[in-house]
Structures are given as C-alpha cells and as structure tokens.
C-alpha cells in the first residue's frame, strides 16, 4: 500500500512517498519510492506494550483524521541477532491513514515511559 508523506520523516525529510508492506503480524517494511535504497522495518508497539500518545492537531490535520479514519500505528526497529536484542523507537512513531493513504511521524515529547531505543527483551514475558 502506497502512501503520501505529510510531514518530514526525521532525518529523511526528502522521502515523499512510501510503500508499507507487511512481513508478518507484528512486523512491516515501508520503503521509500523516491529514494530506492532507503527502507525501514517497522513493528506494531501494541504486540509489545501499552502504548498511548496524542496525536497533535496540526497531524490530524495533515492525515485528514476524523472520528471514524482506519489508522495504523508503527515504530522503527533496528534489528539485531537475536531479535529480542532489536531495539525499538518509541518516542517517534509513524501514524498512517488507511483511508487516505498519507502517513506522518509524530515526535513525543516529555513522556519517561517512551524512549528512543528500548530493546524488545525487556518487553518479553520471562517463564
């Protein structure tokens, strides 16, 4: 599914468009289209932990959200061997509008219970 950038991905703020493609039921690859050799994975952060952020208005208004918009929620991973040892973003995560196909990076700000590279084990149930 292609989808139109609405606000500047951090660090990569000449990506336009980009196409989201599952992996499995946790994981995506989003790649850019304007920029063939630039692609990230992606997790769900619900399949981890509870994960709660206000979108700002300015987003919404970008992503054309209304009470009913079918949207997904997705962090950037980087991933290690093994992948329990991948670390996740969670101060930054992608907002995609499935009913628009426009997607935007909310940055969260002032949250101690988010941060920039928590890794997956520590979210795994230990026996």
Known sequence: MKFTVVAPLLGFED??????????????????LDAEHI????????ALRKYDFEVPQNIKTALEI???SNLLVFNTIIIQDPIENSYVNFIAPLVFNT????????LIQENPDYGVAEQICDYLKKD
């Open 15 to 32: 990506i336009k468009e980009v196409e989201l493609e599952k992996i499995d039921d946790i994981f995506m690859n989003m790649k850019a």
């Open 39 to 46: 692609s990230f994975t992606l997790i769900n952060p619900y």
């Open 66 to 68: 209304t009470d009913g």
């Open 99 to 106: 009913d628009t196909n426009k997607v935007a990076q909310v």
